[in-house]
RNA sequence: GCAGCAGUAGCUUAGCUGGAUAGAGCACUCGGCUACGAACCGAGAGGUCGGGGAUUCGAAUUCCUCCUGCUGCACCA
């Protein structure tokens, strides 16, 4: 398509004695539309030019020359140049981008690198919570819009299976297991002997010695212990399957920490031989003091391995394994520092530059509860399961309200109560903490994801009742502003996907979505589409058509899927 | 104590590498279905952008400082 600003730089870049490049960044978009769709502040310059920026905007006025045909205006305001675009070529534009792609906003500049994704990555032998859908969720959708981007994508669910966790796990087992029937109801009977053993592990220190034993033994392959072991984690991992075929995950491997140990040795070594490893209270440490951080711990007193050591032979191994350029891990910001120590031990590893540089840890906040935070060990968790299931039996009674005489109820409930889920956790600043509540979360009105799913099937409603015809698509009937809008909007997306794999924030595609879903709304509300005039009835399918087909492409890229009638 | 992150309307929040009158949604008040779907649209009310300094033509945005909250800081992951 053509870049518009691109355009204006160039015409810019002529009247005075600059890059167009340098330009091209300085022109904006006004936040009012009264004052154009591009403008450019001559106040940068006056410095540089020694005049006032009323006299530079002057003079570019009257020298610049630009191509009617893609700027029809400029006018000079207060120190500002704006320019109005051709209205009429950005429809036509974008009548020529959607007869041309079906696939649209998809491109190829991600050129085939290498990302990997490690998210969600739940832990063994505890319940999937509402504190796991995010990672699940976000990582989801860079998976997904990276790859619609041109990267070669690969998801990992490093599975929180290994640790004292277990040997927590296999403790309780070895006391209490007669008691309980794991295969009938696993994660709560295990979650059950996991909140159980830790409040012993509380009040007797030797049980928890005979914990951190139990693992020990789990790492030299002790084969009671590695029974048991795998049983907790293919119990979990069919729990795990069933929850991601209702909120989706892409995972191209599972191989979790469990995994990982056996590589440990070799980072060691590496470590020895770059001098640096330390002992330090009968622990192995790797000093950090120069960085100003706290050191990273390598290796417990009794010789088991540390989640950061795991973490460590991780990127060896995917370095190794995935050649990537860019690896991000999303987890919640209370693992920062760990991620910054790890990063930092990491350049010890002799590994190429380019393995180092493209580590990039994704933080996001945390859901808490109205008490406080949430704890499997306490037992104050909500699981996601329940939550899910409220969310869609909360849009099947709003079904029976308002559309009883829907087909496919139960399929169109699913997937707007799943959709409102997912939605709500991607429309805000991932960096944000989120206080749990239920009639917040459940609430299908407003910015939610009900109320893109519903602008999609009042268009998709009237596709069905016209068809589309996208040969004869006359542009002269989409220039008033509520057309407009939208067309903008539409014209924008392509550069939003790629703002959301810049800063890693899936929720500006989220917001954008609802700019596009009010936009059409306001259009819808004052316009009928269904009018006499053939020509003018084509155009306005033609928009209808092609705000669906953003909200649905960009919903589906955020993992959520729309239902054609609701 | 040290470090990091956050503080925008009653609540939840947007605001791109500094730009023109700080945008939304929820809740509240009022208005709009004999027009293609009212899970919608419009109007109103609601703001010392945590406080104070600094930088400059110009600061919610950058810097400093203080306040508040959250998180992390050696054998959990």
Not at 110 to 118: A, L, P
Not at 449 to 459: D, L, M
């Amino acid at each position: 398509m053509l870049d518009f600003k691109k355009e204006i730089a160039k015409s810019i870049a002529n009247t005075v004695e600059l890059d167009s490049c340098d330009l091209y960044s300085f022109i904006e978009v006004p936040k009012d539309s009264e004052n154009g769709d591009y403008a450019f502040p001559c106040f940068k310059l006056a410095k540089e030019l020694k005049k006032s920026p009323m006299i530079i905007a002057n003079e570019i006025m009257e020298k610049i020359e630009l191509d009617n045909e893609i700027v029809e205006k400029v006018e000079v305001v207060s120190g500002y140049l704006n320019f109005f675009i051709n209205k009429a070529r950005l429809a036509q534009e974008i009548v020529n981008e959607f007869s041309e792609n079906d696939e649209i906003g998809k491109s190829d500049i991600g050129n085939g690198k290498n990302i990997v994704i490690d998210y969600s990555h739940p832990n063994i032998a505890k319940p999937f919570h509402i504190g796991h859908l995010r990672s699940t969720v976000i990582g989801q959708a860079l998976y997904n819009i990276y790859e619609y981007l041109g990267y070669n994508v690969k998801g990992l669910n490093y599975l929180g299976d290994y640790g004292t966790q277990f040997g927590k796990m296999i403790e309780g087992y070895k006391l209490w297991g007669s008691e309980y029937d794991i295969e009938k109801d696993p994660i709560n009977q295990m979650m059950d002997i996991y909140v159980r053993i830790n409040n012993l592990c509380k009040e007797d220190e030797n049980v928890l010695e005979a914990c951190r034993d139990n693992f020990k033994k789990l790492e030299d392959g002790d084969s009671y212990c590695v029974e048991l072991w795998k049983k907790f984690r293919e119990l979990s991992l069919n729990e795990f399957h069933k929850i991601y075929n209702i909120i989706g995950g892409r995972f191209d491997s599972w191989d979790g920490e469990a995994y990982i140990a056996p590589k440990v040795p070799e980072v060691i070594e590496l470590l020895n031989k770059s001098g640096k490893l330390k002992e330090s209270e009968g622990a192995k440490i790797i000093e950090l003091e120069d960085k100003n951080m706290p050191p990273c711990m390598i290796e417990k007193t009794n010789g088991s391995s540390t989640y950061a050591v795991r973490d460590l032979a991780a990127i060896l191994y995917r370095a190794k394994t995935y050649d990537y350029d860019k690896s991000l891990y999303i987890t919640s910001y209370e693992q920062v520092l760990h991620f910054k120590q790890v990063f930092e031990t990491a350049k010890l590893l002799g590994l190429d530059e380019k393995y180092i540089n493209g580590l990039e840890h994704v933080p996001f906040g945390m859901i808490l509860l109205p008490t406080g935070k949430m704890s499997t060990r306490e037992g104050t968790v909500v699981k996601l399961e329940d939550l899910l299931n409220e969310s869609i039996q909360r849009a099947q009674k709003i079904i029976e309200e308002k559309n009883p005489e829907l087909e496919n109820k139960e399929e169109v409930a699913r997937k707007v109560g799943i959709g409102a889920v997912i939605f709500n956790d991607l429309s805000n600043n991932r960096i944000k903490d989120e206080i749990f509540d239920w009639n917040a979360l459940l609430n299908f009105q407003g910015e939610t994801g009900p109320y893109i799913q519903y602008t999609y099937v009042r268009t998709k409603s009237i596709i069905e009742k016209t068809g589309v015809n996208l040969k004869n698509v006359f542009v002269e009937f989409l220039l008033d502003n509520d057309s407009q809008n939208i067309l903008k909007l539409i014209y924008n997306f392509r550069n939003i996907l790629i703002q959301v794999t810049d800063k890693n924030e899936p929720s500006i595609l989220s917001r954008y979505l609802l700019d596009v879903a009010k936009a059409y709304s306001v259009f819808y509300n004052s316009n009928k589409v269904i009018v006499d005039d053939e020509n003018m009835k084509n155009a306005r399918v033609f928009l209808t058509y092609a705000t669906g087909k953003i909200l649905k492409t960009g919903a589906n890229l955020l993992g959520i899927q729309m239902p054609d009638k609701m």
